[in-house]
T-cell receptor, first 119, second 112 residues
Framework: NAGVMQNPRHLVRRRGQEARLRCSPM?????VYWYRQLPEEGLKFMVY????????ESGMPKERFSAEFPKEGPSILRIQQVVRGDSAAYFC?????????????????FGSGTRLTVV | SQQGEEDPQALSIQEGENATMNCSYK?????LQWYRQNSGRGLVHLIL?????REKHSGRLRVTLDTSKKSSSLLITASRAADTASYFC????????????FGRGTQLTVWP
């Protein structure tokens, strides 16, 4: 029973290129969350998706960033025209329930992250 | 701004000692979660405490929650070198759907 799978683990892009980060949630999980972590910082929420729907994208920069979670396949976080400030670790998490419902006591399951370096 | 703030930022102890980390948060929460992150890895969920709970145990972990002070503590008893990691608290506020607010974390180092 694989956990949350993210790929690639490391991604190097030149300024101006596009970065595509993929996340496959745990089997049976339909809620996906993306977070960004800068060095020595905690995680900052970016976006919350369910299958084919963006539920909350209030943490996403208004430009260059987009996310999707299609009916089939992994969730994709896309960063266009990357800049040095986009260098960070990007983590995906999944859950099987809407947070706070019922006896949900499990927290989120996080992937190992994609470390993006923009040169 | 950060919802959770951990204290201390760094903690260094010997194996066998207890480690206590504190977390303060700003707004109302439905539950508070603690996560662990090994260097260069993803986060692992440790324990969740609901707003109507005051204390919870899981193995060597003990979590307390004081909603009047908006604070929580994580106690790791009989620490081991393998407990060396960063520990984060994260609050879920209920009205913000999937969003968790993380603090900056406490870096725990346990010396053998």
């Amino acid at each position: 029973n694989a956990g949350v799978m993210q790929n690639p683990r490391h991604l190097v892009r030149r300024r101006g290129q596009e970065a595509r980060l993929r996340c496959s949630p745990m089997k049976g999980h339909s809620h996906v969350y993306w977070y960004r972590q800068l060095p020595e910082e905690g995680l900052k929420f970016m976006v919350y998706l369910q299958k084919e729907n963006i539920i909350d994208e209030s943490g996403m920069p208004k430009e260059r960033f987009s996310a999707e979670f299609p009916k089939e396949g992994p969730s994709i976080l896309r960063i266009q025209q990357v800049v040095r400030g986009d260098s960070a670790a990007y983590f995906c998490a999944s859950s099987g329930a809407t947070p706070g419902q019922g006896n949900w006591d499990y927290g989120y399951t996080f992937g190992s992250g994609t470390r993006l370096t923009v040169v | 701004s950060q919802q959770g703030e951990e204290d201390p930022q760094a903690l260094s102890i010997q194996e066998g000692e207890n480690a206590t980390m504190n977390c303060s948060y700003k707004t109302s929460i439905n539950n508070l979660q603690w996560y662990r992150q090994n260097s260069g890895r993803g986060l692992v969920h440790l324990i969740l405490i609901r707003s109507n709970e005051r204390e919870k145990h899981s193995g060597r972990l003990r979590v307390t929650l004081d909603t009047s002070k908006k604070s929580s503590s994580l106690l790791i008893t009989a620490s081991r070198a393998a407990d060396t990691a960063s520990y984060f608290c994260a609050g879920w506020g209920g009205s913000t759907l999937g969003r968790l607010y993380f603090g900056r974390g406490t870096q725990l180092t346990v010396w053998p």
